[in-house]
Nanobody, 131 residues
Framework: QVQLVESGGGLVQPGGSLRLSCAAS????????????IGWFRQAPGKEREGVSC????????SYVDSVKGRFTISRDNAENTVYLQMNMLQPEDTAVYYC????????????????????WGQGTQVTVSL
């Protein structure tokens, strides 16, 4: 089981930017960060949680939901056990609690944004986009 801690959320005006971080720790013996694909999900009030982006273990593949393409960028630093979500041109509809999650995989060049693939989840960080 991996412990994930998100940070970087906050209040920002429309058009602004935030960078979320997801720090991983507690790897089981013999495992390390580059065994895990990482995804970002979000849940807005009254809505179901949705996948936002994911990144493969070796940074070779990323995926985004259509609504954030061109505005959000996911990246990872395996040496620092951290995954980032750079969010630009934020809009009120981006307001949500953002969660990072992980799944262990031996497939290193792809990732899946299907929620039930993800075994470990962080506690979430609030992002609010408002004037």
């Amino acid at each position: 089981q991996v412990q994930l801690v998100e940070s970087g959320g906050g209040l920002v005006q429309p058009g602004g930017s935030l960078r979320l971080s997801c720090a991983a720790s507690g790897f089981s013996s013999g495992l390390r960060m580059d065994y895990y694909a990482i995804g970002w999900f979000r849940q807005a009030p009254g809505k179901e949680r949705e996948g936002v982006s994911c990144i493969s273990t070796n940074d070779g593949s990323t995926s985004y939901v259509d609504s954030v393409k061109g505005r959000f960028t996911i990246s990872r630093d395996n040496a620092e056990n951290t995954v980032y979500l750079q969010m630009n041109m934020l809009q009120p509809e981006d307001t949500a609690v953002y969660y990072c999650a992980s799944y262990i995989t031996t497939v290193h060049n792809t990732c899946v944004m299907t929620e039930n693939w993800y075994a470990d989840w962080g506690q979430g960080t609030q992002v609010t986009v408002s004037l």
